[in-house]
């Protein structure tokens, strides 16, 4: 990096890996603004790097915080009452939010598959996923929509800025060339298919 003098620095990561690689590429002279990283990106590794990663940009897949209605139920209904189990500072962070949004989704196919009524079994649910249309967990998410040919739902995420105390969303949820990816998906799978 100092070498180089990069425009940007995109850290593709996870765990504590992560905090230190922002806390190097910042001691090595690139700006905060210029560090990009990935999802796992999270408020744990901003109070490990400090003051310094204000700036600091992610992709992320749930909006962080506390401002989402499932979230504010979570909060008055299992965590308020002495229902919840861990750390209750963790309620609303980014890696809990992830955890609720992906659960919202399986309950959600789980509740759309039963709609004809139970056991729920793997055909009722996978039918429950395929009914799934512009979801996004009360705005805990971007909207996905799951069908038999696209199980991610769309692969929607937004950019959002570490502001010095939380994650701020710079963008708008959007998916990124989603023709390329899925003409890559298609040739991999053809390839794989052929034996290759």
Same mark, same amino acid.
Request: hydrophobic share 40%; proline share 4%; charged share 20%.
């Given at each position: 990096?100092?070498?180089?003098?990069?425009?940007?620095?995109?850290?593709?990561?996870?765990?504590?890996?992560? +905090? /230190? @690689? &922002?806390?190097? !590429?910042?001691?090595?002279?690139?700006?905060?603004?210029?560090?990009?990283?990935?999802?796992?990106? *999270?408020?744990?590794?901003?109070?490990?790097?400090?003051?310094?990663?204000?700036?600091?940009?992610?992709?992320?897949?749930?909006?962080?915080?506390?401002?989402?209605?499932?979230?504010?139920?979570?909060?008055?209904?299992?965590?308020?009452?002495?229902?919840?189990?861990?750390?209750?500072?963790?309620?609303?962070?980014?890696?809990?939010?992830?955890?609720?949004?992906?659960? +919202? /989704? @399986? &309950?959600?196919? !789980?509740?759309?598959?039963?709609?004809?009524?139970?056991?729920?079994?793997?055909?009722?649910?996978? *039918?429950?996923?395929?009914?799934?249309?512009?979801?996004?967990?009360?705005?805990?998410?971007?909207?996905?929509?799951?069908?038999?040919?696209?199980?991610?739902?769309?692969?929607?995420?937004?950019?959002?800025?570490?502001?010095?105390?939380?994650?701020?969303?710079?963008?708008?949820?959007?998916?990124?060339?989603?023709?390329?990816?899925?003409?890559?998906?298609?040739?991999? +799978?053809?390839?794989?298919?052929?034996?290759?």
């Amino acid at each position: 990096m100092r070498r180089y003098r990069p425009d940007y620095v995109m850290i593709w990561g996870a765990g504590g890996g992560q +905090a /230190v @690689s &922002v806390k190097t !590429a910042i001691q090595n002279g690139i700006r905060p603004e210029q560090i990009h990283s990935v999802i796992w990106l *999270a408020e744990t590794d901003a109070a490990n790097v400090g003051p310094m990663m204000k700036g600091v940009k992610r992709f992320e897949a749930t909006a962080a915080g506390m401002d989402h209605p499932i979230i504010q139920r979570i909060q008055e209904k299992v965590i308020a009452t002495g229902k919840g189990a861990g750390d209750a500072k963790n309620v609303g962070t980014s890696y809990y939010n992830l955890g609720v949004a992906t659960m +919202a /989704v @399986s &309950v959600e196919a !789980a509740r759309l598959g039963l709609a004809g009524g139970g056991p729920l079994d793997g055909d009722k649910l996978k *039918a429950g996923f395929e009914q799934i249309k512009d979801y996004n967990a009360e705005g805990l998410m971007p909207a996905i929509t799951i069908t038999a040919e696209d199980h991610q739902g769309g692969g929607a995420g937004r950019v959002s800025e570490w502001n010095g105390e939380a994650w701020v969303p710079v963008s708008e949820w959007q998916a990124a060339y989603p023709e390329l990816i899925r003409q890559v998906i298609v040739d991999s +799978a053809a390839k794989y298919k052929a034996g290759h």
